[in-house]
């Protein structure tokens, strides 16, 4: 089973321009991370959001949570060529030790 | 260097045959993990480990197996029983209490 569903599959935008991707959950969570992945490599962590938080920021990146929605967004800002690559969130549930990931948002820069 | 090193890079498995990934960490994280990926799919869950000599199946573990004799060593096995193991697998290791993730760079087994 799968509990995240990133929205959308794929997404392609201009350099400069924000991206943005969603995420949406089943059940009841602890935390929510966000990971990148770049083609034919290891996952890498980007952001962790927790139950209790709303928002998150990271540089360029900034995550939100709507645990009444069961949902995450995340969003970078001022996109460039090198956030080229395939973005998942995973979440931590409270009920045992599973890390669960969703299918993830392909992210295309277009120079 | 502190990290999640597995090997080999490429495996590539006859019919009918068990193959091993190895997995190791020098993190000194109690977790260990393996996902499976299959081409432009997320990660699926294959089997994780809290504790030395404990493990639990995840939600597709038929047809692999695993041990954890030592903190710092995960090998997955790959059984003949598994009859579509071409996928790219990704072991993981993860702190306590958060549960970030640092992944290995990844195994990619192909059938012949």
């Known amino acids: 089973s799968q509990q995240g569903e990133e929205d959308p599959q794929a997404l392609s935008i201009q350099e400069g321009e924000n991206a943005t991707m969603n995420c949406s959950y089943k059940?009841?969570?602890?935390?929510l991370q966000w990971y990148r992945q770049n083609s034919g490599r290891g996952l890498v962590h980007l952001i962790l959001?927790?139950?209790?938080?709303r928002e998150k920021h990271s540089g360029r990146l900034r995550v939100t949570l709507d645990t009444s929605k069961k949902s995450s967004s995340l969003l970078i800002t001022a996109s460039r060529a090198a956030d080229t690559a395939s973005y998942f969130c995973?979440?931590?549930?409270?009920?045992?030790?599973?890390?669960?990931f969703g299918k993830g948002t392909r992210l295309h820069i277009l120079p | 260097d502190g990290g999640i090193t597995q090997s080999p890079k490429y495996l590539f498995r006859k019919e009918g045959q068990n193959v091993t990934l190895s997995c190791e960490q020098n993190?000194?994280?109690?977790?260990m993990y393996w996902y499976r990926q299959d081409p432009g799919q997320g990660l699926r869950l294959i089997y994780y480990?809290?504790?030395?000599?404990?493990?639990q199946k995840g939600d597709i573990a038929e047809g692999y197996s695993v041990s954890r004799e030592k903190k710092e060593s995960f090998p997955l096995t790959v059984t003949s029983a598994q009859k579509n193991p071409t996928a790219f697998y990704l072991c993981?290791?993860?702190?306590?209490?958060?549960?970030?993730?640092?992944f290995g760079s990844g195994t990619q087994l192909s059938v012949l």
């Open positions: 993981a290791s993860s702190i306590g209490g958060t549960r970030r993730l640092f």
């Open positions: 059940t009841s969570i602890n935390n």
């Open positions: 959001i927790r139950s209790n938080e």
């Open positions: 995973a979440t931590v549930t409270n009920r045992d030790d599973k890390i669960i």
């Open positions: 993190l000194n994280h109690d977790a």
């Open positions: 480990s809290q504790i030395v000599n404990d493990f």
